[in-house]
């Protein structure tokens, strides 16, 4: 059974704890004792996107039309970088927000039992149709058979293709057979004709290791073992996978080493993985092309990036909150939605659904991409006290871009550094 105790993954969260077990679960009353204009709700959000942020409060105007009770409800938009210790903070201050957006934050709060359990509210909701969500993108948010976030965005990463660049290189792509290591020899092609860089992995910056997962679950590998308690950086798997990026840095020179920067929606590299809500950056100075994630030596595999919305339980109003989310990712609403975000719900997941609002990317491409990685697709790694793991990962990791490194003995000195922490 969960305790308060587990809090202490999240030292932030410390000072909630009192709040977290006090608070009522959700309920289908919809605050139906609360009087007129009664109830504020604020809901954390990491945009700041002005159409996304409309497109919420044109939703929320709506509920408040037939819910008397709600004076207003706020999107509070945080910076993404500092997302997670901006909300902990705000929860152990005692100004919790009633809803909000997590990513990697996720475990550590439904570890801490700080989540309104959502499965029998949104089951219950007239309409709302819960079978209709793919089973393999609300697992993240799922523990002992209940649901504690809703996975609004499930955006697969792809493989951009800066075509334009690979014409200067004479260099073309099969996507029905692209393979990493073909990647790899027209990334180093272009980069020789044209001083480009190669294949670029977006928002890795030798220093976002979690995004190299789109690359190593290509080799079979995963960062640790399924129940997340042993670390599996030292695998033979894993040691192929660092391999092939240290020479495509340090031999091949097809992908830019530290220090070096090379923006894909720029111009300035014939690749880059990347999700698919990034094609909002093409500005149309290129042709393009995007494609599955390319195949490893374990065959090809999808990659995930998600985020969830959830009710916490320090909220003053779980009730109110909870309704509201229930409306917020109702069938109607979640196609509205789904013009920024890829949807869990399989109603809406079809390449021509998805392109209806999409004026970058065409219904072949988003059927590719999106809609036939959905079903076998793994998340980014994820686990609780996520901060902790990802700064000892990057301070071992720092030691492997260098042109001499050892690549097992760094993956070794990865799992000492975070097997303590993955133990816990």
Request: glycine share 8%; proline share 5%.
């Amino acid at each position: 059974m969960k305790t308060t105790k587990k809090l202490v993954r999240v030292a932030a969260l410390a000072a909630a704890v009192a709040m977290v077990v006090s608070a009522c679960s959700g309920s289908d009353s919809g605050g139906g004792e609360s009087g007129p204009g009664s109830v504020k709700l604020r809901m954390t959000v990491w945009t700041a996107d002005e159409a996304q942020l409309a497109l919420f409060n044109k939703i929320a105007d709506a509920y408040k039309a037939d819910h008397k009770e709600i004076t207003s409800i706020t999107f509070d938009s945080l910076p993404f970088p500092e997302y997670n210790t901006t909300l902990t903070t705000q929860i152990a201050g005692g100004n919790s927000p009633d809803l909000a957006w997590m990513g990697d934050l996720s475990k550590d709060l439904i570890a801490s039992d700080a989540l309104v359990p959502l499965t029998d509210k949104l089951k219950d909701t007239a309409g709302w149709n819960y079978d209709d969500l793919l089973g393999s993108v609300t697992s993240e948010y799922t523990e002992d058979g209940k649901l504690y976030a809703y996975p609004f965005s499930n955006s697969p990463f792809g493989l951009y293709v800066n075509k334009d660049l690979l014409a200067k290189a004479k260099q073309t792509v099969d996507p029905a057979n692209l393979t990493w290591d073909e990647v790899s020899k027209i990334g180093s092609a272009v980069n020789k004709a044209t001083g480009k860089g190669g294949f670029v992995i977006r928002d890795f910056d030798y220093a976002n290791w979690q995004t190299l997962a789109t690359v190593w679950t290509g080799f079979g590998a995963s960062a640790w073992s399924k129940d997340g308690k042993t670390c599996e950086f030292d695998s033979d798997k894993m040691v192929d996978a660092f391999q092939f990026l240290h020479d495509a840095i340090y031999v091949d020179k097809s992908m830019p080493g530290p220090g070096t920067t090379a923006d894909f929606f720029a111009g300035d590299s014939a690749f880059t993985v990347a999700q698919v809500s990034r094609a909002s950056l093409l500005d149309g100075s290129f042709k393009y092309d995007v494609l599955p994630l390319p195949a490893g030596p374990a065959g090809k595999a999808s990659v995930l990036g998600q985020a969830g919305v959830g009710v916490l339980k320090s909220s003053k109003h779980v009730d109110e909150a909870t309704d509201f989310l229930a409306y917020l990712t109702n069938p109607e609403n979640a196609a509205k939605l789904a013009q920024f975000f890829p949807p869990p719900r399989k109603s809406l997941l079809s390449g021509k659904a998805l392109a209806t609002n999409n004026p970058k990317l065409n219904a072949a491409q988003l059927q590719s991409v999106v809609v036939d990685q959905l079903a076998d697709a793994v998340t980014l790694p994820n686990h609780t006290s996520p901060a902790e793991i990802a700064q000892k990962g990057k301070t071992a990791l720092d030691a492997m871009w260098k042109p001499d490194a050892d690549v097992k003995q760094v993956l070794t000195s990865v799992c000492s550094a975070i097997d303590p922490l993955l133990a816990k």
